[in-house]
């Protein structure tokens, strides 16, 4: 894939329509009644939001996530044969998984496999990291993960970052990072954490990390510039890590005093609704928050996640 030339957010779109004009398809080829059901709401064009709760002890992370795919209808439901899949995890910071400021490994590891089982050609690890990189890529797993899985893991650089127009209703030409845009599939994969200016880092907010030019900037008037992010990258579906989620002194955190376990992860196909869902892991009114409002009133999803089809996963 050639780097030097990036699609146009048009063609970008048009890759997405065409992969969701065969959802539901895969998902109506055995598997149980509830995992029928969310692909019958696929093929309805009706969002869905999955739910996995981790409650026996020494339950498998991997297996976790793996349970909450099938309940999707499969990887196959989002990947076909020959794709090139990104995957947009959070591991801005240079810190270990235990503190929660990054993704999950053992969650980034079976959406890797998953990929891979369901055809992918490539599957690609992208994220422009705050520290670091290399630190970060270490520290978090991800650069393990990368390893023992075959997955590429992309180190940003100003070469792979391009000025796209992003048509937002504060961002306009930002530099992008080229990958995330010239994916076939694109996953996002953010780790659920308290923010000191957005009050939560969820799903919409992890693309900041998809792009260059000032945080600085991005961060006046932050709820707007989640939403003009969350806008222009759409991704094929969103998977929320808050197995482990940060509660205060976020989003670097540093401690495990900041840390609570709450063993669940949520699978959706509509943004604003699996971060409301994961807003209230932290005791949040989703309407409360201004990015999650703000979305919902610029028609990027809703936060009354109840009016999707919704089904809860127990492992």
Request: glycine fraction near 10%; include cysteine; hydrophobic fraction near 40%.
């Amino acid at each position: 894939m050639n780097f030097d030339k990036p699609l146009t957010r048009r063609e970008s779109i048009k890759k997405l329509l065409q992969l969701g004009g065969s959802l539901g398809l895969a998902g109506a080829i055995g598997g149980s009644l509830q995992t029928l059901k969310v692909a019958n709401a696929a093929s309805e064009n009706k969002k869905f939001i999955i739910e996995g709760i981790g409650q026996t002890e020494g339950y498998s992370v991997r297996a976790l996530t793996r349970k909450v795919f099938e309940r999707a209808g499969g990887a196959g439901r989002f990947v076909s044969k020959g794709d090139v899949v990104v995957i947009k995890p959070n591991i801005s910071w240079a810190r270990r998984p235990e503190l929660a400021a990054t993704t999950n490994p053992e969650v980034l590891a079976a959406v890797i496999e998953l990929c891979q089982e369901g055809g992918a050609k490539k599957v690609r690890i992208a994220d422009h990291t705050i520290n670091d990189a290399r630190r970060c890529f270490a520290l978090s797993g991800a650069a393990a993960v990368a390893k023992n899985t075959g997955a590429d893991l992309i180190h940003p650089r100003s070469s792979l970052m391009k000025k796209m127009s992003l048509k937002g209703n504060r961002l306009d030409t930002w530099p992008v990072f080229v990958p995330l845009v010239e994916a076939d599939v694109l996953i996002n994969l953010p780790v659920a954490k308290h923010h000191s200016l957005s009050r939560l880092t969820i799903g919409m907010k992890n693309w900041i990390g998809a792009v260059g030019g000032s945080r600085y900037s991005l961060h006046q008037d932050i709820h707007q510039s989640i939403v003009d992010l969350a806008h222009f990258f759409r991704p094929t579906v969103t998977l929320i890590d808050a197995v482990r989620i940060m509660t205060r002194n976020g989003p670097s955190g540093g401690s495990t005093s900041y840390v609570t376990e709450k063993n669940t992860l949520i699978l959706s196909d509509d943004p604003v609704a699996g971060d409301a869902r994961a807003a209230m892991l932290f005791n949040h009114q989703p309407q409360n928050l201004g990015f999650i409002r703000m979305a919902q009133e610029q028609g990027l999803g809703t936060f009354d996640f109840q009016k999707l089809a919704q089904q809860k996963v127990v492992l």
